[in-house]
């Protein structure tokens, strides 16, 4: 870069990246907009990356879709990035891809049973349900979905990783579409306003099971509300709560925590 840079520029490069597959996001600093293209060139050769995206806000909405722009190399983002021994189809500047929740992804992998039905609502292009699917094998995953580019590579990378056995997309609302009555176990992987969509998660249950409720929280409540929410919903619909477990996943701001709670119920 310093062939490109001067000395009091060179300070200023971007320190933290993601890749995925052979796409590269990161965010470029306000001192460096106009070195964009010659920097991504530089990332992209040395990480051997055939297009650079510039993260220009994170995710937005329900759908998840990510705010970024292509800054270097090919228009044509659709990569496989493996992982854990997963791989993972998608295009992301159509969908999220989180390289801070690996270690939950991979937990995951072996934290269910072979007897039990399993219900993502929040299934994405797969990041629980795959290797869940792949490594403990369920009796069943119903993997929910709404967004239908997210649900599209969903299928894919279902057939992708050889659990189209277990594995059965759904595609839609999960407030509409999850299945009732069913389910050993819940994932709620989504960050914003979770806890609204805890009805839903009750309802998929039969009898007991475990819920893994993930939420974004400021880290002065983190003892607090995560699971006064959830008990607050089991008790609506005839559940107590039997054991908790709490883990923070990462930092997702300063002052800001990315937590989940393992929850054991129990229909009353």
């Known amino acids: 870069m310093r062939d490109v840079l001067s000395a009091n520029l060179i300070r200023f490069i971007p320190s933290k990246w993601e890749k995925i597959g052979d796409v590269l996001i990161f965010k470029m600093p306000v001192e460096l907009q106009s070195y964009s293209e010659e920097i991504a060139g530089v990332y992209a050769e040395v ?30 983002t659709e990569t496989i990035h493996c992982e854990n021994g997963i791989r993972y189809k998608l295009d992301p500047v159509k969908v999220m891809f989180s390289s801070g929740n690996m270690d939950e992804r991979i937990r995951m992998a072996r934290i269910s049973m072979r007897d ?9 292009i797969g ?25 599209g590579y969903l299928c894919e990378n279902i057939s ?8 059965e997309p759904v595609l839609g609302d999960n407030r509409e579409k999850t299945p ?37 929280c400021p880290n002065e409540l983190l ?5 006064r929410r959830v008990e607050t919903a089991a008790e609506r619909f005839g559940f107590h709560v039997e054991d908790v477990k709490s883990r923070v996943i990462k930092s997702y701001a300063p002052g800001v925590s990315h937590v989940v709670l393992d929850v054991k119920v129990e229909r009353v």
């Open 116 to 124: 039990e039905t399993v219900v993502d609502m929040f299934a994405g």
């Open 47 to 76: 990480l051997g990356c055939r297009s650079v995206l510039e993260d220009v806000g994170g995710v937005e909405g329900e759908w998840r879709k990510p705010r970024v722009k292509l800054v270097y190399g090919s228009s044509d």
């Open 223 to 227: 003892n607090d509300r995560p699971l």
């Open 127 to 151: 990041y629980f349900s795959l290797p869940m699917a792949v490594y403990s094998k369920p009796k069943k995953v119903y993997a929910v979905e709404i967004n239908p580019v997210a649900y």
């Open 160 to 167: 992708l990783n050889n659990v189209n056995n277990i594995v």
């Open 180 to 216: 009732e009555g069913v389910a050993d176990r819940v994932i709620m992987g989504y960050l914003h306003d979770t806890y609204r969509f805890l009805p839903a998660a009750f309802s998929a249950f039969h009898n007991s099971g475990m819920l893994h409720y993930h939420e974004v």
